[in-house]
């Protein structure tokens, strides 16, 4: 039934809306076209250039930039006694123990969220992809429906019109027909406007005109939120990042220990050679505890809000699978009731057609028992496109990529 549908995409683009494509459009395909096309792949650079940054920092010797000193000390202000000291040093800030490898533990967890980037951007191009196939399923559906129904109100008016012209019905029954072939063709031209939208709009997403020859998906044998959903997998780096950050930073909000190497050279006065001597010291910061609170409390805040962020995405998540779930089994449901309504309306509508030539029904009840057949019919086929577009719904939410 849904090839049969789909089959008026074909004959639309003998008008010019759809165009046969040199290489098989699938579902993966435009999903891959539509991921390379995502803005947010312009992000991507940066996490790279973060995560090198924070890597080639965590290989530097000192864990701050070394600073070189020089003083000189002169005769007291007002006198000429030939008094100099002259002292220069480098000052280095060592890394605190293990603070280089939390830096570098930081780093590599930061360049680990690339693909964890990747794959969430991706589902949300599959997301897409699927909602604008399935629009243009529903309007070439919504064409086929009204042609089917165009051309038998066409059909009917020319019998109709023979009928009247040799006085066996009525004038009016002329018009009524008449009318109802006009209604039928602009039903039809307003569906036809529809899905050139609809294919328009997934023209410009996709770059295609033509849809995959088979949209139809397959419905999992598990039906669970998992971890591994990319949505889910994205943010649990994320924490995972920001575990690493707070290590790292219980450390780096403290000032790092200061060793410093330097020569200085003295003289009493301008007779007197100078007196050389090495130099070596240690500055260590004590009672660093409550100033390094404030910065790692940070962190927890956004770790926390992360958290809170993954847990209630997954509530969504299973919110939604919940309701596709139940919507698909209603859907089933009304498919089995429609299909046998189907079937006794195709058995009364020829009955009627009988009766109507032979003149034991007049046209307004013909037309009605077609209207109810067309009612049922297309009702029959829009529940099954709905069902395949549940599944696609389903797998979405579950973050299977086509």
Known sequence: ???????????????????????????????????????????????????????????????????????????????????????????????????????????????????????KHRLQAAGQVRQHIWTVVHAAARVRQTEIRRDN??????????????????????????????????????AQAELTQAINQYYYLTAQRQLPDNVVESLPSSLKITVDHPLLAELSQQITILHSEMASTSLTAKQNPNLSLGIKRERGSGSEPFNNSLGLGISLPIGQTNYAKASVAEVGRKLANIEVARQSLKRRLESSL???????????????????????????????????????????????????????????QMTQIEINQTIAQINQTLGIMP
């Open 322 to 380: 919940l309701h596709q779930r139940d919507t698909l089994s209603a859907l089933r449901d009304k498919q089995q009731r429609l299909q046998a309504q189907f079937s006794l309306s195709e058995t009364y509508q020829h009955k009627q057609q009988k009766s109507f030539d032979l003149g034991q029904i007049d046209l307004r009840t013909l037309l009605l028992v077609e209207a109810e057949h067309n009612a049922t019919r297309n009702q029959l």
């Open 153 to 190: 109100a066409a059909g009917l008016f020319e019998t109709v019109k023979a009928q009247a012209e040799k006085g066996y019905l009525a004038t009016t029954d002329k018009l009524i027909a008449e009318q109802h072939r006009m209604a039928a063709q602009n039903d039809h031209l307003q």
């Open 1 to 119: 039934m849904l090839r049969n549908v789909l089959g008026v995409l074909i004959l639309f683009g003998s008008a010019g809306i759809s165009q046969a494509e040199p290489n098989p459009v699938t579902l993966t395909s435009l999903t891959n076209y539509v991921f390379r096309q995502a803005p947010e792949r312009l992000a991507e650079q940066s996490i790279i250039d973060t995560a090198d940054a924070y890597a080639e920092r965590a290989k530097t010797w000192f864990a701050e930039p070394a600073s070189l000193n020089l003083f000189h000390y002169n005769d007291a202000i007002g006198s000429s006694n030939g008094l100099q000291e002259w002292e220069t040093s480098i000052s280095a800030p060592i890394w605190l123990s293990g603070e280089q490898r939390r830096q570098q533990n930081w780093a590599q967890e930061l360049s680990n969220q690339l693909p964890y980037y990747q794959q």
